[in-house]
């Protein structure tokens, strides 16, 4: 398949993170099947040196406030290599203060000459800027913390970005855009005006982790003397990213990376059913291993095997004919109804303290249809998937 006229032998993308700042890894990516990946983001002068720090939670993500990037040295010693011992496709991950446009042409022309197939332009990053930028304002914000997400707010400076990487580089240019802003439409659009080849858009959102409430609200990770406003990566973010991915792919023409909370091969595809062309994974990965991109690798193929599209091309953006505004929404009449044989009498559709529609009869829940709302809630919670719903006409 194709992105922005390069090949990909298929959809699958390792994330810039810990994943890809070192060879080896970027070795295990392409053992692992992944068609490409982005390097670690790279500067020209780093504001600080972090080192990796995150806070984990299994069921909703990571959030990452502290992190150590490479140096340009390093950045290109790591393309030059992997382009030699790997078959990946590489996108650098680059980012520069928004208002040294010099220093962003430099550092794409290098990693062009170093073999970068793609710049992928990091306006995402919160660390560099919107961490302080949240506390503090604007104004807060030195000289070298301007790039990252600070950059990705701003539509005159992703113009500025974007018009300089075109004229700077032959290969294409994507942009690697912050969640964090009010309309998506609106810097993606900024992107596509000033000449971008693409975005990516994956995860990323600020967050802050939970506290110790017994310990005078302490944020519970021991190696760090603080926290600040980081960057959420994992499930947490899958349902927010399919929103902003469609976002983009109705509102501009875009080929679009799209990923964050990517787990399975299912996730992979609903993501490229919103609109993504190529998809991205990151966290999955950090927490099990390579495993999880060859399986998704391998049930993204037998998926499209099995239900008889010849390419990938086919399922892109097939969600989006069902996306309409909620005034022209209609509902549907219905109720839900039990599969006996799957119901384990647990009493949980009994629960929902909004609906009296079902109540229990000892292990066997009763199901009154002209109460029922119609919310569906009860179909996301049962365990054992023994409801569904039914339209009443
Ligand atoms: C530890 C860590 C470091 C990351 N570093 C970078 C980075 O250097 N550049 C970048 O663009 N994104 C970075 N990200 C964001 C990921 O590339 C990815 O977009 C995000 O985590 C969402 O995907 P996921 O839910 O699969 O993790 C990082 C994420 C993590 C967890």
Redesign the pocket.
Known sequence: MKFCGVEFKNPMVI???????KLEMLKAADRAGAAAA?T???FIKQPFYGK?R?HTYEKN??I?CY?R??DIDEGLRLTDQAKKETNLKLFC?I?NDGEDLEGWAFLAKKFEEAGSDLV?A?M??PNVGLSTKNIAGDSAISKTEHG?AVTGQDPVKIAQVVKTLKESVKIPVIV?LTPNVTDIGVTAKAAQDAGADGV?L???QSSLPLVDIYNEGKPGYHLLNGVSHG?????A??LN?FSLVANIAKKTNLPIIG?????TFEDCIMMMMWGARLV???????WYGWEVIEKQVRGMEEYLQKMGYSSYDEIIGKSLQYLRSSCDLEAIPGYPVCDESKCIGCGRCAKPGHCNAITMNGKRPVIEGEKCLGCGICVGLCPAKALSMQASE
């Open positions: 994330a810039s993170s810990p994943l890809t700042s982005s670690k983001l790279t990796l995150m993500g990571s990452i992190d990037r490479l991950n980012t992928e990091n995402v990053c990252g690697k990516c994956a995860g990323a960057s959420l990566g994992g499930p973010s899958k990213c990923g964050g909370g990517l787990e991205t994974v990151c966290t999955a990965a950090m």
